[in-house]
């Protein structure tokens, strides 16, 4: 039991597949749950989730939120307000219900109207994850060190976002607090640009001839092979990522636009020292990237 955390009763994982998986195995190895059951709509989830001993209790029942004082939607960010609405008859009366999706404002937007006033709405982001999916990809140490950014709307129960904010520090996570504005574009250039980029990058590879994939694969131990993990992130959670922070991405895109054609001309005129000037920077960026990991 982690230290100081009076435990949840029940917890209601709505969507047991990576984050979701992840997040349960990581609340039973705190001990900080004494019942956990999975929600979901997909047939072969729930076995899995059962068989792998992720949840005591799975199906697609939306009456499985019934007594549960812990709801968390890990679900894609475009499913979470559909997902609401079917638990929300079943919520439990000071339940609180939270979120693991990558987009902030979309998500309260779809989840707040939809929720009965008795219960405790408190959004949130681990920042952290795989290319994988699916229950079985799930794994209790993912939230070890990551960050967590919880966004909590004004005025929200401040009792219920300690009571969350220590279930994410059991399972791991460091816990910020920040506006949901604030969140978007933040996530808009640190994750969902470097995830476009790299649908892009490989997709311009594979458009090319025959005899050019067969030495994009052969060659990929180089910066493209980051790009291919990347890449092969959900197509469906990704999709509703960029559909539902479409503001925040297309800035950042458009920013980043921009600093290519600098680049671009750099090149053309054989301008080496911008080019110079501009990578030292970058790698400045990483070395202080990994400093403040080691900290
Ligand atoms: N994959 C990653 O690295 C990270 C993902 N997230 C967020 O976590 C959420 C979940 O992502 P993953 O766990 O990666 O996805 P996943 O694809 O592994 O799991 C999603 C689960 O939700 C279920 N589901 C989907 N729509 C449903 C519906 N309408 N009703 C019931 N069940 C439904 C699916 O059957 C699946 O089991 C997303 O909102 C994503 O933005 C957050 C941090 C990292
Ligand atoms: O696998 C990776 O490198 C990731 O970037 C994981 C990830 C994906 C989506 C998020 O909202 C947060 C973390």
């Not at 009763?9 to 195995?25: D, H, K, N, Q, Y």
């Not at 008795?118 to 993912?142: D, K, M, Q, R």
Request: with cysteine; glycine share 10%; aromatic share 4%.
């Amino acid at each position: 039991m982690s230290a100081g955390v009076a435990p949840f009763e029940r917890v209601l994982i709505a969507g047991i597949g990576l984050i979701g998986s992840s997040f349960a195995l990581a609340l039973r190895r705190a001990g900080v749950a004494k019942q956990i059951v999975a929600f979901d709509h997909t047939p072969a989830h729930i076995d899995e989730a059962l068989h792998l001993g992720i949840a005591d209790e799975a199906g697609n029942d939306p009456a499985l939120a019934a007594g549960a004082d812990l709801v968390v939607l890990c679900v894609p960010v475009g499913a979470c307000g559909k997902v609401a609405a079917k638990l929300a008859p079943h919520l439990s009366e000071g339940a609180i219900v939270t979120d693991v999706g990558s987009v902030k404002q979309a998500v309260i937007r779809d989840v707040a109207p939809v929720l009965p006033p008795h219960v405790h709405f408190i959004a949130g982001h681990p920042i952290a994850g795989t290319e994988h999916s699916g229950p079985a990809a799930g794994f209790a140490e993912l939230f070890d060190g990551r960050h967590c950014i919880l966004t909590p709307a004004e005025g929200a129960n401040p009792e219920a976002v300690a009571r969350l904010q220590t279930a994410w520090e059991a399972v791991g996570s460091r816990v910020t607090i920040m506006s949901a504005e604030h969140h978007d574009r933040v996530l808009a250039i640190t994750s969902h640009l470097p995830h476009l980029i790299a649908y892009t990058i490989v997709g311009t590879a594979t458009d090319l001839e025959e005899h050019m994939q067969q030495e994009v694969i052969k060659y990929s131990a180089g910066g493209f092979r980051d790009f291919t993990r990347i890449a092969a992130s959900d197509p469906v959670m990704w999709r509703d990522v960029f559909l539902n922070n479409r503001e925040a991405v297309l800035e950042m895109l458009g920013r980043l636009h921009e600093d290519l054609g600098l680049l671009a001309r750099a090149i053309r005129i054989g301008d080496g020292a911008t080019l110079e000037e501009k990578f030292a920077t970058t790698r400045a960026i990483r070395r202080g990237i990994i400093a403040a990991k080691q900290a």
